[in-house]
């Protein structure tokens, strides 16, 4: 295993250290070392949180910043933070207008939410949550509520985060990140497996030639298991997934984000991205906003995600606002 | 090779035309397709130049932008771009103030921008230049003309362009360019190699357990192949190759750069860098700013570089300045 750390089982703890340091004009500490809070948090606005399983980066502590997240929980990798740290973060980020906890419908992480919305409640913290399940390969259409968030966590984020950087309230904010992320669609394609530092190998498979639509963020497994295919085809696949789910159609305007999932080269996606585009505007879709990069990923798989939004007056109003964190910087 | 694709000739094309799509706020397209150039340059600033093999990324065309460089000439992967993509880059950014030409010690980008400063001086356009040669580990104190430019020329293009957009006249701005340069080294070190897509396979070899110290963005020799270690003592191995040779002491301020080589999990970038920063203070050495990212890559090679920059008050004042383009944002 060719990577850089020390004692596997410390790796989160170092590198928040190292998160903490190099960033220290965005994020600083909170009392519970497994939360990351915004600095200067504008005083009286709804608070943002999300969290969930290390190994992503961004996500989740990236998207801590202005105009986003207030605090995220950490957690170890690919597993929930605790229902304790999801709780703290609900704390720092609370002014008194309530909570919008927005984070990924993964089994850990719904259930240390829940027990953390009920203890907030007794002290006096009115959470709310919505629960990202972006990911159309993950279940048919008709149990989207068994989804799987992916990368359309970070245009909930964004929304959110914006919609209560403009004074919603609780409910507004609610009712916005709800909106973004039933406005979208996410499908990912792998195409090597990536390994956990404390296992040394990987623990999932992705043959040397062959590709695998909607593999989830953890090696679940996906749809289909086929040859790997040129660019052209594997933007086909995707928007094949992705388009008719919502269903995006002629004349709407969307938000397109296309992340690695950790190793492809970054030249790549924007081949890959290059062949979206243009099957997106073969079909009269109109993109509002590009987003290409690394911003939701799993260590050092190779492959990539394509997450489409829909958009409307109040979601572009959203996306446009300015923001600023690591993952995300956005004048 | 797992990689997205289609021809692999086509690979630049490709990539440039989904870059100029996703990022058209930023960037536009020049005359020669092998120019990109920034949006809405201030008018009667001095010109500022880059260019370089492609397989990068955010290198080069991803620092086009504000008060960044104005234009980046694009090679094929691993190669110059050719004389007249430099010149056409220098004729995209000239207003009649100059350019100055900020890139790396490559002999293919040396010949061809020479070719295009003498091309560029018959058509009435004055290019001056810095050649980056911040990598300790490819040559000897003594022969710092023949160091590669590695990650350090991100921050000489920070440094350039925003002396250019503070107005700076064309020999202040080669000046502020080449004292940043002048006091800014880097190493990396590899623990895996990389693939060319054209080629299929990789060109050199980092065998499994072990890591190689001093290592060039194209896989050429380091000074050192040693067993892998932890996090901690690559920060050590490091911090003794740079900061010996500037030497950077007690009381310095300097601007710390820790770029991933393209395919090592952000997070291990922050392990890395803990342990760095733990070692630059108990030197009494300060980090006045952090940059920790993929800034400057090699396809999907894993490891990192280190690079640090000396900083005084015409340095700092540079470095902070806001800037915005794909690879690097600043607020």
Not at 36 to 63: D, L, M, Q
Not at 135 to 142: E, F, G, L, R, Y
Not at 158 to 173: C, I, N, T, Y
Request: glycine residues 12%; proline residues 5%.
């Amino acid at each position: 295993m060719q990577r850089i750390l020390n004692n596997p089982d410390d790796i989160v703890d170092e590198m928040l250290k190292g998160f903490l340091k190099a960033h220290s004009d965005i994020v600083e500490a909170a009392d519970n070392p497994r939360v990351v809070k915004a600095r200067n948090i504008p005083e009286g606005k709804v608070g943002v949180v999300t969290g969930g399983g290390s190994g992503h980066k961004p996500a989740f502590i990236g998207y801590v910043g202005r105009n986003l997240c207030d605090a995220a929980a950490v957690g170890e990798i690919c597993s929930s933070p605790t229902a304790a740290a999801f709780l703290d973060a609900c704390r720092e980020a609370d002014q008194g207008q309530g909570v919008a906890c927005l984070y990924g419908n993964y089994s850990g992480d719904n259930m240390n939410v829940k027990m953390a919305v009920k203890m907030a409640k007794k002290a006096g913290i009115t959470v709310k949550t919505v629960v990202a399940n972006d990911d159309v390969a993950s279940a048919p259409k008709d149990q989207r509520e068994k989804r799987r968030g992916v990368a359309g966590e970070v245009l909930m984020w964004k929304v959110g985060g914006a919609k209560a950087a403009k004074g919603g309230s609780l409910d507004e904010v609610i009712a916005a990140a709800q909106k973004a992320i039933d406005n979208t669609r996410s499908v990912g394609i792998g195409l090597t497996p990536c390994t956990l530092p404390a296992v040394g190998h990987p623990n999932f498979e992705i043959k040397d030639g062959t590709m695998e639509v909607g593999i989830g963020h953890h090696g679940e497994p996906g749809i289909e298991v086929c040859p790997l295919a040129p660019a052209a085809q594997m933007a086909k696949r995707m928007t094949d997934v992705v388009l008719p789910d919502y269903p995006f159609a002629e004349g709407d305007e969307v938000a397109v984000l296309v992340s690695g999932l950790g190793a492809t080269p970054v030249m790549e996606l924007y081949v890959l991205y290059d062949e979206i585009d243009r099957i997106l505007s073969g079909k009269g879709i109109k993109t509002y906003k590009a987003y290409v990069g690394n911003y939701f990923t799993s260590l050092e798989m190779m492959g990539a995600t394509l997450t489409v939004m829909k958009l409307d007056d109040e979601l572009k109003e959203l996306i446009d606002m300015p923001a600023e964190s690591m993952g995300l910087k956005q004048f």
